[in-house]
């Protein structure tokens, strides 16, 4: 039997097993004995220890025997128990060239496609993900609802984009859609809007937020994916910036922004922007306004085991240009954020239209130990990202347990990996062979130990 399958019999088997339980009131319990835990804050582990699931959320973590006798019991051999990885910037409806999306597909297939990498994604050991833009909201909920298998999924539904901005993917001739009432794909799909002056954008940010946005995601800068806007220029006016932060907040979420260069973060920051998404040619002024302000940083790595011709071919021959002037910056990134103390950065992996690249997910960990420790790194991809996705505020769409933790009352997502990546996290990068097993949800997905 092939994982995928074993996957789908088990969480169908699970599945059904819960529901017979809450039928007569009483929530099925899995007890992992004989494992040392990380529980995503502290850089101990907790040695020798034992970890009670009800239902779907941890009820114990004890170093004592758990009387539990109609749990079933995973006996952990002495492994690592972890809680499951966060990435805080994915695209997971973007999972071919932009350019074949946009012309050659129709939106059946995107979500076909994107429905067999969301597994993939799981089984690499993401149990939640905040999706920076696309139309994720109907996956999330196929995933939500049992239709599907995949991580939790944040939804910042369609970027918000000024005209020839980072979310401007028309065609040359294309009219624009709020001059002439033209549908381009990309506008119907809800991949992105184009929003001009304060009315615009405050309408687009509320139009993404009745689509189901979880939090806003607005384009502050060039970048490498759209041919119209070169990487020095900074999007949108402070005024434009401002209204879809308090169109945000009177939700009761925030804003995220794609920038790279100084000008568009201390714009965003000033005008109350909470994350600051890949920022790779920030320099010492920006990382002072980063840590003055307390916001915080989601940059990737992971471009810097990518080459111009895969880039090329995921994004179109005008990317490789902007895409190697954005990864010679990655490295003095990282320096800058080490250097000024900012403690507020979370994983993020942003690979979009190539499936391969995306199998390279868990590379992003052996790039950061450039710079952090094998502890810094993993809690950058636990607790630290689950901070950032609790800033969604009333509209976090989980909100029964806390994310990326190993604690009482938190969500039962939970990774048996086969060492002690505290201690070496180029571990996680070989998740085919060390994560043993990966539960979400309180589901177990994968389990090699039987």
């Known amino acids: 039997m092939s994982i995928s399958t074993k996957t789908a019999a088990v969480a169908s088997l699970v599945f059904c097993t819960a ?9 099925p319990q899995t007890l992992f004995t004989n494992v040392h835990v990380f529980d995503g804050v502290n850089e101990a582990r907790i040695e020798n220890a034992s970890v009670l699931v009800e239902g779907n959320l941890i009820k114990e973590v004890s170093t004592e025997a758990i009387d539990a006798p109609g749990a079933t019991v995973v006996d952990g051999g002495g492994r690592t128990l972890m809680p499951g990885l966060i ?27 994107s429905t067999i990498e969301a597994e993939k994604m799981l089984l690499r050991g993401f149990t939640s993900v905040r999706d920076a833009g696309g139309p994720a909201m109907g996956l999330q909920k196929a995933i939500d609802r049992g239709k599907a298998i995949g991580p939790r999924i944040y939804p910042s539904g369609p970027v918000i984009s000024q005209t020839s901005g980072h979310g401007e993917h028309r065609h040359y001739t294309e009219p624009h859609p709020n ?3 033209a549908s381009p794909s990309f506008f119907n799909q809800h991949v992105e809007f184009l929003a001009d002056g304060v009315p615009e954008v405050l309408r687009a940010t509320r139009e993404a937020l009745r689509l189901g946005a979880s939090q806003i995601k607005v384009m502050a800068g060039g970048g490498v994916s759209s041919s119209v806007d070169p990487l020095h ?15 945000a907040a009177d939700w009761d979420t925030y ?13 965003s920051i000033e005008a109350g922007v909470q994350s600051i998404d890949h920022a790779q040619l920030m320099t010492e002024v920006s990382a002072q306004a980063i840590k003055d302000a ?20 995921a994004l179109g ?6 895409f190697l002037e954005v ?85 039962a997502d939970i990774l048996l990996v086969d060492g002690n990546p505290v201690e070496d996290a180029m571990i996680m990068t070989d998740y085919e062979n060390n994560f043993d097993l990966i539960m979400k949800n309180g589901v177990i997905y994968k389990n090699t130990l039987e």
């Open 87 to 113: 990435d805080a910037h994915v695209h997971m409806a973007i999972t071919e060239p932009v350019a074949d999306l946009r012309d050659n597909f129709d939106w059946m297939y995107w979500g076909a496609v």
């Open 255 to 267: 804003v995220l922004v794609h920038v790279y260069n100084d000008e568009g973060i201390l714009r």
């Open 294 to 313: 307390d916001v915080w940083v989601v940059p990737f790595f992971s471009l810097l085991g990518l080459d111009a011709e895969t880039v090329t071919k």
């Open 233 to 247: 220029t900074v999007q949108f006016l402070p005024e434009e910036l401002e209204a879809a932060v308090k169109a």
């Open 19 to 27: 529901t017979a339980a809450f039928a007569q009131d009483t929530l």
């Open 317 to 322: 021959p005008l990317a490789a240009p902007k």
């Open 179 to 181: 001059f002439e009432g």
């Open 327 to 411: 990864q010679g910056g990655a490295r003095n990134q990282m320096r800058l954020l080490k250097e000024f103390g900012i403690e507020k950065v979370a994983f993020s992996t942003d690979i979009i239209g190539d499936p391969v690249a995306l199998t390279k997910q868990n590379d992003e960990f052996k790039y950061r130990l450039e710079q952090w420790s094998s502890y810094e790194v993993l809690m950058q991809a636990t607790s630290k990202a689950g901070e950032l996705l609790a800033l969604s505020g009333k509209l976090n769409p989980y909100p029964e347990g806390q994310l990326g933790v190993i604690a009482e009352g938190a969500y």
